[in-house]
């Protein structure tokens, strides 16, 4: 498989679960949602709102000029509002898809070059590699979200790449 159809599927397969995540997130009240579940970043919603912004992070790095890079990281527990994160959701998850379909192969070859404010220096690396992680990190962190849903009693969709219902 080649890079971009690899960016691609990878693209439909983060707004997919996110989709679905949300959705069984939507059937909690907000006070189940920002309960602190002893995950990484506490809640459901704080694990929501890291992925968005490491996304936006990501992606102002990857496409420059059509995201801009989050200014703070989001805040400890929770947003402001529940129905604008999910429209922002919705946006980045479009971006992404768009991005993936917008790069060709040869675009992977080029390195990227970044200031890494975790590691306080600027860093190069393959695109490739850091494509993988961008999403590797989503699927991490979804995975937090499902197992903190489930505990919560709410069983989201099925989460196997293989059973996406529209492969690029």
């Not at 939507?26 to 602190?36: F, I, N, T, V, Y």
């Amino acid at each position: 498989m080649s890079h971009t159809d690899l960016a691609r599927r990878m693209a439909r397969y983060n707004a997919w679960q996110n989709d679905s995540l949300i959705a069984a997130a939507d059937r909690l009240s907000q006070d189940a949602r920002r309960l602190d579940r002893g995950a990484f970043f506490g809640s459901i919603e704080a694990t929501f709102l890291h992925i968005l912004w490491a996304d936006r992070m990501w992606m102002s790095r990857l496409a420059p000029g059509q995201v801009d890079a989050p200014a703070t990281r989001p805040p400890a527990n929770a947003t402001d509002d529940w129905d604008r994160f999910r429209q922002e959701r919705a946006e980045m998850d479009g971006m992404i898809e768009a991005w993936a379909h917008a790069m060709d192969e040869a675009a992977f070859a080029v390195p990227l070059t970044w200031y890494s404010g975790i590691q306080k220096r600027q860093v190069t690396e393959a695109r490739s590699f850091i494509v993988t992680h961008v999403f590797n990190h989503q699927t991490h962190h979804r995975g937090q979200i499902h197992a903190m849903l489930t505990a919560a009693g709410v069983i989201p969709e099925d989460t196997d790449l293989m059973l996406m219902d529209d492969p690029v």
